[in-house]
Nanobody, 121 residues
């Protein structure tokens, strides 16, 4: 499975960005696509996830109400709409795929290269 993230950038606090995760067509049946982020010196943490067949979603408490995950199966793409961004959202953001929406990054076998999000105060 090949994954490619895009959409990162630098914004001021309160701004918005939309990240995209494009993938091989074969994963868009009964898979979980998750977004993780990793800031310098910190562990990789799960931000959000979505099941491609049910659209069931999950959000970390820190982003709930500000981030929205969605999918477009026709385009083989999962999006992460990020609003009201805070400096603490600054990190490298990765998408990953697994058969279930695990919380541990160790259980995801396929990763993209990441896209940097920088939020200034």
């Amino acid at each position: 499975v090949q994954l490619a993230e895009s959409g990162g950038g630098s914004v001021q606090a309160g701004g918005s960005l939309r990240l995209s995760c494009a993938s091989s067509p074969s994963i868009y049946r009964d898979y979980c696509v998750a977004w993780f982020r990793q800031a310098p010196g910190k562990e990789r943490e799960k931000v959000s996830s979505i099941y491609t067949h049910t659209s069931e979603t999950w959000y970390a408490y820190s982003v709930k109400g500000r981030f929205t995950i969605s999918r477009d199966n026709a385009k083989n793409t999962v999006y992460l709409q990020m609003t009201f961004l805070k400096p603490e959202d600054t990190a490298m953001y990765y998408c990953a795929v697994a058969r279930s929406c695990y919380n541990s990054p160790d259980l995801y076998g396929d990763w993209g290269q990441g896209t940097q999000v920088t939020v200034s105060s």
